[in-house]
């Protein structure tokens, strides 16, 4: 099974601020990788597929990139809508294995 | 608009067996592949079964292979999982997504495992 490495697992950041997440798959995955957000007692959102492509209506803050099997999701200027956890999804190979998430919390 | 609702959900018994359905509507429901992910309270994200947009390819994880069966039917625009020999451990709520990347969620639904 392909493992995804996320982190941090907690991240303090203030509003207005710029946060890096990482994920890094244990073998290659091409560009497979999704982004979600999910706040408390709501259903996951999705932000980023193929690595780096923006779903629709989600504001341009939030960027992916990827540099072989190290992804990125970065949050620019936080807002308190932004506080959430975070976590990547491998859909490359089944089984389609998750990030254990990044709790991003309010400094 | 994209809509996904779950239902089937419930408090069910060690061993016991549960079917749940996702209703689809607001785009093609046959051109696309499924997933069924689902969270055990305060935990992470697992996904549990994906389908292919005709059916033909299935995949589980191993947590669930041999017990779970996902299947769908284009012309009603569902999506199911049935769920036998449930267990503890199976007590999450189930998400229905939609296309590889899980563009789109359901609002879920709860399934519990408990004697």
């Known amino acids: 099974d392909i493992q995804m490495t996320q982190s941090p697992s907690s991240l303090s950041a203030s509003v207005g601020d710029r946060v890096t997440i990482t994920c890094r798959a244990s073998q290659g995955i091409s560009n497979y990788l999704a982004w979600f957000q999910q706040k408390p007692g709501k259903a996951p959102k999705s932000l980023i597929y193929a690595a780096t492509s923006l779903q629709s209506g989600v504001p341009s803050k939030f960027s992916g990139s990827e540099s072989g099997t190290v992804f990125t999701l970065t949050i620019t200027s936080l807002q308190p809508e932004d506080f959430a956890t975070y976590y990547c999804?491998?859909?490359?190979?089944?089984?389609?294995?998750f990030g254990q998430g990044t709790k991003l919390e309010i400094k | 608009e994209v809509q996904l609702v779950e239902s089937g959900g419930g408090l069910i018994q060690p061993g016991g067996s549960l079917r749940l359905s996702c209703a689809a509507s607001g785009f093609t429901f046959s051109t696309y592949p499924m997933n069924w992910v689902r969270q055990a309270p305060g935990e992470g994200l697992e996904w549990v079964s994906f389908?292919?947009?005709?059916?033909?390819?299935?995949y589980y994880a191993d947590s669930v292979k041999g017990r779970f069966t996902i299947s769908r039917d284009n012309a009603k625009n569902s999506l199911y999982l049935q769920m036998d020999s449930l267990r503890d451990e199976d007590t999450a709520v189930y998400y229905c997504?939609?296309?590889?990347?899980?563009?789109?969620w359901g609002q879920g639904t709860l399934v519990t495992v408990s004697s």
């Open positions: 389908i292919s947009s005709g059916g033909s390819v299935i």
């Open positions: 999804q491998q859909y490359n190979t089944s089984p389609f294995t």
């Open positions: 997504t939609r296309g590889s990347g899980s563009g789109y």
